[in-house]
């Protein structure tokens, strides 16, 4: 079944030590976009790709950082987490149509616990 | 600014009808859309509306009035397993994804 693939869906990690999620999709599709979501609030944008083009959101820290070296990859680097970096962050893929973006679909998402 | 309102929780019966609202306020509008999320998981598509009207899938209907910025997601015959949180998202005029924090919905046996 083609799909949205999230590593680790659990991860831990130390105050200020880097840590890098991993988002792979079969679904060919050419926007991939990375979202932190706190409990019970919604889901936050933090950037986004059209194909290679990078897009960042204009609020999103420098703390976080964004490689994707293919289609069907997309990583997301936290280069030194505190404590209010820990979230889940949901990755997303869609197609991007004449008229704009069509529907996202969500991988499971990586919980981040920062100790 | 823009803007998206949902009741933060809502309570229903096993079997019964709920209906959750979505008022908006973007800068244009591409479309209106439902997600599901289950308590830990990532939100699942449910429903797309641009047109005004009603849009029929399962048990589950999505409500759209462009001129009234407003939407509604309507749940019938409700099982256990459909608790979890409903996303009301907006497509502005730059295709930008505006996202409401969502409403919880509880199901009583």
């Known amino acids: 079944d083609a799909m949205v693939i999230q590593n680790p869906r659990y991860q831990v990690t130390q105050f200020g030590k880097p840590v890098t999620l991993s988002c792979s999709q079969t679904?060919?599709?050419?926007?991939m976009y990375w979202y932190q979501q706190k409990s019970s609030q919604a889901p936050k944008l933090l950037f986004h790709?059209?194909?290679?083009?990078?897009?960042n959101e204009a609020d999103t820290p420098d703390n976080f950082q964004s490689r994707r070296p293919n289609t069907s990859f997309c990583f997301l680097d936290i280069r030194s987490p505190g404590l209010g970096d820990a979230a889940m962050y949901l990755c997303?893929?869609?197609?991007?149509?004449?008229?704009?973006?069509?529907?996202?679909?969500f991988g499971p998402g990586t919980r981040l616990t920062v100790l | 600014g823009q803007n998206i309102d949902q009741p933060t929780e809502m309570t229903a019966t096993e079997g019964a009808i709920v209906q959750i609202n979505c008022t908006y306020q973007?800068?244009?509008?591409?479309?209106l859309f439902w997600y599901q999320q289950h308590a830990g998981e990532a939100p699942t598509f449910l429903s797309y509306?641009?047109l005004d009207g009603l849009e029929e899938k399962g048990r589950f209907s999505s409500f759209l009035s462009r001129s009234k910025g407003y939407s509604y997601l309507l749940l019938k015959e409700l099982q256990m397993k459909d608790s979890a949180s409903y996303l009301c998202?907006?497509?502005?005029?730059?295709?930008?994804?505006?996202w409401g924090a969502g409403t919880k919905l509880i199901i009583k046996p």
């Open positions: 997303a893929t869609s197609t991007s149509r004449a008229q704009g973006p069509d529907t996202q679909y």
């Open positions: 679904l060919n599709h050419n926007v």
């Open positions: 790709y059209y194909d290679k083009d990078f897009n």
């Open positions: 973007t800068s244009g509008f591409n479309g």
């Open positions: 509306n641009v």
């Open positions: 998202a907006v497509t502005d005029s730059n295709y930008q994804l505006i």
